[in-house]
């Protein structure tokens, strides 16, 4: 019997509130793992807390798989905790139901434009949004926001689905929602607040004047390592609530949120569920980007092309997890100091988290988009270790095995594919070549910062280490590289 109710399943799992006496306050575009495992954990958590009319309708954005299984189940499913502890389940039940807006943007348009909606939380990871981090604005470029500047009454991409259901609410005199942005950028409110704005004013500068002076646009940080569902996931959940349950979510037992305090149309009571408040924001977001992102990125490039499948195989082989404790270490001397933040046991932390033996998160997995998430979690840092006179060799090796995975080389692994929005402009320079060559193209490439593009040093060191890597088995690199 498919879940549907929380009568069918053990009193102790279900939620500690009803969930059917709480009003929808919250549309989250983006439906996928993380969302589940996070903000609809932790909303879940604090309506149990505290209550109020803050559940969500999930909006997945291009595949109806997340709404198809959400909806049957009248947004329920179980979230499983795995940890060195032991594993722990829970029924959420924060998300009253879910729908998917490709083809059809209105039932999305109408719940954004509802009066009882306060906030627009986002989860569509880095290459849906169409931003340009350099200009602060959106790119007319990518296909979604050309697409929806020519037919912005009819939007299928983030910003434009954002701008038009702003534009309903101002012409119905309604409070604009806050949006929230819970994806893995730098000043991600401030980026997606400078997108949105451009956006608008292409098509309407009247409506971009009112959302640049009355829409909040809160930074975040997010951190919770969670993989895709897999049949054992939706077994163990068969097992623990007797249902089936197609929805259901493995994670770890970790969660991190870090949120600037700014809701004018008020907010769940997050805080009682573990959520951080804070004016800083961005040290925390350097911290997790550098430290856990930019190792997760060294580390999936590294291991792949080792043999290691997911990141606890990474954490089993000895050399492997050296070079992650030394990106770990080289990261953390690039950050500010974060009061009552102590980087050493925020690395080992993470290092124990990657070795969990109950989490199985791919290593192709993480290699995805390498050309959005680089250029933040590694390329950044190098500007800050130069400046302090930092050893780079952590960030070189990091930036030759992802150039290594472009090349498609296939001499120490089997063939496989290249999943990334620039992946026809990176093979182009990847692909059969030198690694001079390679090196040559990619630090002129528009996303590598100018001051790293002219670092002759940096890339002297990344073309000799891609050398080795494209000739010899990776095992042999890495073992070489842990003994440096």
């Known amino acids: 019997m498919r879940l549907s109710s929380l009568s069918q399943v053990p009193e102790a799992l279900r939620p500690g509130y009803d969930p059917q006496a709480h009003g929808v306050g919250i549309v989250h575009l983006g439906l996928g793992a993380f969302h589940k495992a996070h903000q609809a954990a932790l909303t879940d958590l604090a309506l149990a807390a505290e209550g109020g009319d803050w559940r969500i309708l999930g909006v997945s954005l291009r595949s109806p798989k997340a709404s198809d299984e959400l909806h049957p189940q009248n947004g329920l499913y179980t979230l499983i905790e795995k940890g060195a502890e032991g594993t722990k389940a829970?029924?959420?039940?924060?998300?009253?139901?879910?729908?998917?807006?490709?083809?059809?943007?209105e039932p999305a348009l109408g719940a954004m434009a509802a009066p009882g909606t306060k906030i627009v939380s986002l989860t569509v990871t880095e290459k849906a949004y169409g931003l340009d981090r350099a200009k602060q604005g959106c790119d007319p470029s990518h296909p979604a926001v050309a697409a929806d500047l020519a037919y912005p009454a009819a939007p299928q991409g983030v910003l434009g689905l954002l701008t038009e259901a702003l534009r309903r609410r101002r012409d119905a005199g309604l409070a604009p929602f806050t949006v929230l942005c819970c994806d893995n950028l730098p000043e991600n409110g401030v980026l997606l607040r400078g997108a949105v704005v451009d956006f608008a004013r292409r098509i309407d500068p009247a409506l971009s004047e009112w959302i640049a002076a009355e829409v909040a646009f809160p930074s975040t940080m997010v951190d919770r390592i969670t993989p895709a569902a897999t049949p054992a996931t939706l077994a163990e959940a068969a097992e623990l609530t007797g249902c089936e349950d197609q929805a259901a979510i493995a994670t770890e037992?970790?969660?991190q949120w870090v949120i600037e305090d700014n809701f004018p149309q008020g907010r769940p009571a997050w805080e009682k569920a573990g959520a951080i408040f804070t004016g800083n924001v961005t040290a925390f977001e350097k911290m997790k980007l550098r430290m856990l992102n930019g190792t997760h990125s060294m580390l999936a490039y590294a291991g792949f092309h080792a043999g290691c499948p997911y990141v606890r195989d990474v954490m089993a082989a000895r050399p492997l997890a050296k070079l992650v404790r030394r990106h770990l270490g080289a990261a953390a001397t690039t950050l500010p100091v974060i009061p009552g933040i102590d980087t050493a046991v925020y690395a080992e932390a993470l290092a124990k988290r990657f070795e969990n033996p109950e989490i199985a998160h791919e290593?192709?997995?993480?290699?995805?988009d390498g050309s959005e998430k680089m250029p933040q979690r590694v390329f950044s840092a190098v500007a800050d270790a130069r400046a302090r006179g930092v050893d780079c060799r952590a960030f070189t090796f990091a930036t030759a095995a992802w150039l290594r995975h472009l090349s498609g080389a296939t001499h120490d692994c089997a063939p496989y594919a290249l999943r990334d929005p620039r992946a026809a402009e990176l093979q182009a320079m990847?692909?059969?070549?030198?690694?001079?060559?390679?090196?040559?193209?990619?630090?002129?490439?528009?996303?590598?910062?100018p001051a790293?593009?002219?670092?002759?040093?940096?890339?002297?060191?990344?073309?000799?280490?891609l050398a080795e890597m494209l000739f010899e088995p990776m095992r042999d690199v890495i073992a070489r590289e842990a003994a440096f």
């Open 452 to 465: 790293l593009a002219a670092d002759e040093a940096f890339w002297a060191e990344v073309a000799g280490l």
């Open 90 to 105: 829970r029924v959420i039940g924060a998300i009253a139901d879910a729908i998917c807006s490709a083809g059809n943007p």
């Open 363 to 368: 290593t192709f997995q993480i290699a995805m």
């Open 430 to 449: 990847a692909e059969g070549r030198e690694a001079d060559e390679i090196v040559g193209a990619l630090r002129h490439a528009a996303f590598v910062p």
């Open 253 to 255: 037992t970790f969660v």
